[in-house]
């Protein structure tokens, strides 16, 4: 009985109607409810109810296991997987069945729809679809199930790993940006090539298609946005392509390469060892020339009054536009206070030589970006001090014709990997601030000036 049934959860051989389906879908509803609320229970002293399901926010579970060990949260993940597996299986065999697309099962990864597509295929009858007894040949619907176990598999990988990486570890590492994709690009094509040979470009295709995916499962699943997970994805893209290669070599030249080979991956085991490593300051430098001299733009440069709603591409999708500033008291130690779309910056003065330098530290920032994502509130950690302007001045260097010169100055470093990578977005949004504030500093100055 029970060889029977896990061959029916796990396989692709044996049919499902729609009773079988909506049997032991409810029983394996209930069974996982019982476990999932008996561990929380134990460990975490409070109610876990099935509407807790519905919400795909991670900070629903995060509040729910407040207090908890930190153990549980990725333990109820990784128990989570089997369910999911056998969750896409039998909706793909039953969507079959049904005589409907069997690609409709990969709407089982999306929480809340995926409750309606379980209730619609159980009430939709068979269509007298002959099931293959013995083992398929290697043609399409063999690709697809090969294509789906893949698929699967790569969001498992992705949400274990960046549950662990980057919320509980809080860490955006060389073990998430380069050892995940690789994993996930071997993973996919040695499962589509396992048992029999398929053209390198089709396995490098799905290795990209199991990045997207996985990407996209992070914006289902509130890990992240829209924008981050775009900006990410070359990397990823490029990272597996040669994990899609290796992972295609190793199914077709036998075990002993497959073994060493599989040794990829470890590496996002790399998310556990790793050390790590103070992240290197960079500077932005922006120069405006004004029509007004230091004395009158001096005036703009420590205060100046709202700034006219931001048209710029960056800031209209999310990018934190800058909208006033203000201080409290004079001189060093003065405060100063600079209003974003997501909060203020605070920034006790440090140098004040009037109409020549002002310059200040920045102790607290608000977050660089408000994300893109089909929820209303999402805040993944790397909107709080991974990217952190650390120092900030204003220049003022007279000119012939009373003119002077403003140079606005940013310090800031990235704790992201890689660097080098990332601080190109960061540059640019540092720049691009800058060029909003001198040119209304500029405006501000020049209306003056008779």
Not at 370 to 395: C, I, K, M, Q
Request: hydrophobic share 50%; with cysteine.
């Amino acid at each position: 009985m029970l060889a029977r049934w896990l061959r029916l959860w796990f396989g692709f051989r044996d049919p499902v109607s729609r009773g079988t389906y909506f049997r032991h879908g409810a029983g394996l509803m209930a069974f996982k409810y019982a476990i999932d609320a008996l561990v929380v229970w134990r460990f975490a002293g409070r109610i876990w109810t099935p509407l807790n399901y519905l919400s795909p926010l991670l900070s629903t579970r995060t509040e729910l296991l407040r207090g908890a060990p930190p153990w549980l949260l990725p333990l109820l993940v990784a128990f989570a997987l089997p369910f999911l597996w056998i969750g896409v299986s039998m909706t793909l065999r039953r969507a079959v069945d049904a005589r409907l697309s069997p690609w409709i099962a990969l709407a089982f990864f999306i929480p809340g729809l995926n409750f309606l597509l379980m209730a619609l295929l159980s009430l939709l009858p068979s269509r007298g679809v002959e099931w293959p007894v013995e083992a398929p040949p290697p043609v399409v619907d063999d690709r697809m199930k090969s294509a789906m176990l893949g698929v699967a598999v790569s969001i498992g990988i992705t949400l274990v790993t960046v549950g662990i990486g980057v919320y509980l570890k809080r860490s955006y590492s060389t073990g998430l940006f380069l050892g995940v994709p690789f994993t996930i690009g071997y993973i996919s094509s040695y499962i589509y090539n396992y048992r029999h040979d398929r053209p390198s470009g089709e396995s490098v295709v799905l290795a990209l298609a199991s990045v997207t995916i996985a990407g996209g499962a992070m914006i289902v699943f509130a890990l992240e946005g829209l924008i981050c997970v775009g900006i990410a994805l070359p990397i990823a893209w490029a990272v597996a392509w040669p994990g899609a290669v290796l992972g295609r070599m190793a199914a077709r030249r036998g075990s002993y390469i497959a073994r060493g080979a599989g040794m990829a991956l470890i590496a996002p085991l790399f998310l556990s060892i790793e050390p790590r490593i103070a992240p290197l300051s960079h500077e932005v430098v922006t120069v405006v020339e004004i029509a007004a001299p230091p004395d009158v733009v001096w005036q703009h440069v420590v205060t100046f009054p709202d700034l006219p709603p931001p048209t710029e591409l960056l800031f209209r999708v999310g990018v934190a536009a800058p909208l006033r500033a203000r201080i409290e008291g004079y001189g060093v130690g003065a405060i100063r206070y600079c209003d974003f779309t997501t909060g203020s910056f605070v920034e006790p003065i440090t140098v004040w030589e009037e109409n020549r330098l002002l310059a200040f530290d920045i102790v607290a920032q608000a977050p660089p970006m408000t994300e893109w994502s089909p929820y209303s509130r999402v805040n993944p950690p790397h909107l709080d001090g991974y990217f952190r302007a650390t120092h900030g001045e204003f220049r003022l260097t007279p000119l012939p014709g009373g003119r002077t010169r403003l140079e606005g100055r940013t310090t800031y470093v990235v704790d992201m990997f890689p660097q080098r990578y990332w601080t190109l977005p960061a540059g640019r949004i540092v720049a691009a601030i800058h060029e909003r504030v001198l040119r209304h500093i500029a405006a501000l100055a020049e209306e003056e000036e008779p």
